[in-house]
């Protein structure tokens, strides 16, 4: 299903050429049947982007096309995100189909299309985007005399409209709206609402009048759903505001929020959450301390280091923490503050037969420690994770301890991909070891995907390396690997001049016998800058 508003696919595009293409004027007015059919095709597409393409046609003299046309201009704006009406808003204002009856769309005629059914509320809703202030008018004012909810985003995005009587027009109709009757309809909008408030034209004062309403214990429930909703916009707000109706548990929102899947959502309750209910202080920060966010975790670390002083057992967790800006904070904390020696305590745990953790621990031992724990890293190399292998490599990255050269080649050759890639990055950027040796290593690995790793590393290779590498891979049976050489091979063509590293006679040769390899593999284009290249690079 598309939802995008910017484009319709090739064969929607089609259908509604088909629909706008009528021979005759009569014909345009009156429809036929393959008018309908056409129309029932486009419903079924579930393209919104048509909507635009559609308003004329719900505005025909034919009762059986125009109901047909605004059903199905109802179906495909229910499969727009709210928060997305602006995007639909531009776009109707941009149509130019059928001057007459869109375009040309007089507020007088606004009386006659009438309110019956959800299908004509949510048309007159969308002639509010009418590029006539004056149709817009109109249509706001039979959209704010109608009972129904139907009409509510159309008013709220109005409020930001940039015609001044347009704008009280819809403040009007919006005012009229703040019933508890209508708060689920305002919930459902407040993604659209916070998106609104970057526009300059709609007043701070607009949000303050619906938070004001949902703030009232009687929308207490209209709260409850836009909490559980699927819209994480929808809940941020909800959320805010829930904490100041007093029909709710201000514990139970928290602990709800606390819960939810949205990462803002749960930071805003560890953040605000001591200050509603400071006997749960302690409690909240324990909770954000075990969280799989590391921005929430920082907000749990900074409340601890707050205290003065800071508990060490506290503390203790955070040098086992996955975000090197708060594991390296806490052991300096630790080091200055505490005087314990975050070395000794890595050390400890490592020694340790069955440590939680063990993969930061080596790193922390790393970042803390000194070249003669080196010996006592590279045993874990044995260690049937592959998190801790890869540990272990970026530990010995980060002592600088070479020597270890011959051992890193064959873990390239013979282990997982991550850990693979981690040796390769590690020979190739630390121990600069030549990338022709890395490279055959790779080749040596009986995963494939160790290949494609490595190939992304050889950008920094020397310059007729590089294509000797690329041409290879290109040449190669997996075919992902054999599309992302070519990939890598044209931005080598591109900057080919950026550099003037002459090749060696072995370079050309080599590279020359690769490109028969691998010739029936390249673009022909690709061959043949390749070929000028090497011819010219040869004389």
Not at 352 to 360: A, C, Q, V
Not at 443 to 460: C, E, G, P, Q, Y
């Amino acid at each position: 299903m598309r939802t995008q508003l910017r484009g319709l696919s090739p064969s929607t595009l089609d259908l509604v050429k088909k629909l706008v293409s009528w021979p005759t004027l009569k014909e345009r007015w009156n429809g036929n049947r393959e008018t309908l059919a056409i129309l029932d095709r486009i419903g079924r597409a579930n393209e919104p982007a048509a909507i635009r393409d559609l308003m004329s046609f719900g505005l025909v003299r034919s009762e059986e096309i125009r109901a047909k046309a605004r059903l199905i201009i109802r179906s495909l704006f229910t499969l727009i995100p709210i928060e997305a009406l602006q995007l639909l808003d531009e776009s109707l204002r941009q149509s130019w189909a059928h001057l007459e009856d869109w375009y040309g769309l007089r507020p007088e005629a606004i009386d006659n299309i009438g309110l019956n059914t959800d299908s004509d509320r949510v048309f007159v809703g969308l002639v509010t985007s009418h590029r006539s202030g004056h149709v817009r008018a109109a249509a706001l004012r039979a959209l704010g005399a109608d009972p129904s909810d139907l009409g509510v985003p159309f008013l709220l995005i109005r409020l930001a409209d940039w015609v001044t009587e347009v704008q009280i027009i819809a403040e009007n109709a919006v005012q009229e709206k703040l019933r508890p009757e209508h708060a689920s309809a305002f919930v459902g909008c407040l993604g659209l609402v916070d998106r609104l408030t970057s526009n300059s034209r709609f007043r701070a004062e607009y949000s303050q009048w619906i938070d004001s309403l949902l703030a009232r214990s009687d929308c207490a429930q209209a709260l409850r759903e836009g909490m559980k909703g699927s819209s994480c916009a929808i809940r941020r707000h909800c959320y805010r505001v829930a904490v100041q109706n007093p029909g709710l548990n201000i514990d139970e929102v928290l602990a709800q929020a606390i819960g939810d899947t949205d990462v803002l959502v749960r930071k805003w309750a560890f953040t605000t959450g001591p200050d509603l209910l400071p006997a749960r202080r302690d409690e909240l920060t324990s909770l954000a301390a075990k969280d799989s966010y590391g921005p929430i975790r920082r907000v749990a670390f900074d409340a601890l280091l707050a205290d003065s002083p800071a508990a060490f057992d506290r503390l203790l967790p955070f040098l086992f923490d996955r975000s090197a800006a708060i594991r390296r904070e806490c052991q300096s904390v630790m080091s200055k503050t505490a005087g314990r020696s975050p070395a000794g305590v890595y050390r400890a745990r490592i020694q340790d037969p069955g440590p939680k953790n063990l993969d930061i621990s080596v790193v922390g031992l790393a970042e803390t420690g000194d070249r003669t724990d080196a010996e006592v890293i590279l045993k874990l190399l044995a260690n049937r994770s592959a998190r801790v292998r890869r540990s272990v490599i970026r530990a010995l990255r980060i002592l600088g301890a070479e020597g270890h050269e011959a051992t890193f080649l064959n873990v390239v050759s013979t282990d997982v991909p991550s850990v693979a890639r981690e040796a390769a990055f590690t020979l190739l950027s630390a121990w600069t070891v030549p990338a022709d040796a890395v490279w055959a290593r790779a080749f040596a690995n009986t995963d494939h995907r160790i290949r494609m790793s490595v190939l992304k590393l050889l950008k920094n290779a020397g310059k007729w390396k590089q294509l000797r590498f690329y041409l290879q891979a290109a040449a190669d049976s997996d075919p992902g690997l054999a599309e992302r050489a070519l990939g890598m091979l044209s931005q080598w063509l591109e900057k080919f001049n950026r550099s003037f590293v002459q090749a060696t006679i072995s370079d050309l040769e080599a590279c020359v016998e690769l490109t028969e390899t691998a010739r029936r593999r390249l673009p022909a284009s690709v061959a043949r800058q390749l070929d000028f290249i090497l011819t010219t690079s040869a004389k």
